[in-house]
């Protein structure tokens, strides 16, 4: 069983930054494909980011595209999602999620990610 716990949520204004943190229970190099998702009031849970962790490859969703950026430290089995330049539209919970089946129907097909984190609340102000 794999746990994921999310931290780094907060309360910035417009513009600023955040850096999000997945921290897995195990290796996350056997749930090769992470992904951060998040949900806005009112709005279903969406795909952020992609990642990899086997070849680092990774996919960014076009809404946050040149702003935000995933990573993973393998050794630490921690993904991260950078997140700069936060816009209002941006407040939402995100989630980290780890599966370990190609996601061949979309990278933020959420039906093949096995293990979700809590979430952790992020917040921008105007």
């Known amino acids: 069983q794999v746990q994921l716990v999310e931290s780094g949520g907060g309360s910035v204004q417009a513009g600023g930054s955040l850096r999000l943190t997945c921290a897995a229970s195990?290796?996350?190099?056997?749930?090769?494909?992470m992904a951060w998702f998040r949900q806005r009031p009112g709005k279903e849970r969406e795909g952020v980011a992609f990642?990899?962790?086997?070849?680092?490859?990774?996919h960014i969703a076009d809404s946050v595209k040149g702003r935000f950026t995933i990573s993973r430290d393998n050794v630490k089995n921690t993904l991260y999602l950078q997140m700069n330049s936060l816009k209002p539209e941006d407040t939402a919970m995100y989630y980290c999620?780890?599966?370990?089946?190609?996601?061949?129907?979309?990278?933020?097909?959420?039906?093949?990610?096995?293990?979700w984190g809590q979430g952790t609340q992020v917040t921008v102000s105007s």
């Open positions: 999620a780890a599966g370990s089946r190609y996601p061949a129907g979309g990278f933020f097909n959420q039906g093949v990610y096995n293990y």
């Open positions: 195990i290796s996350i190099y056997v749930n090769n494909y």
């Open positions: 990642i990899d962790t086997h070849d680092y490859s990774t």
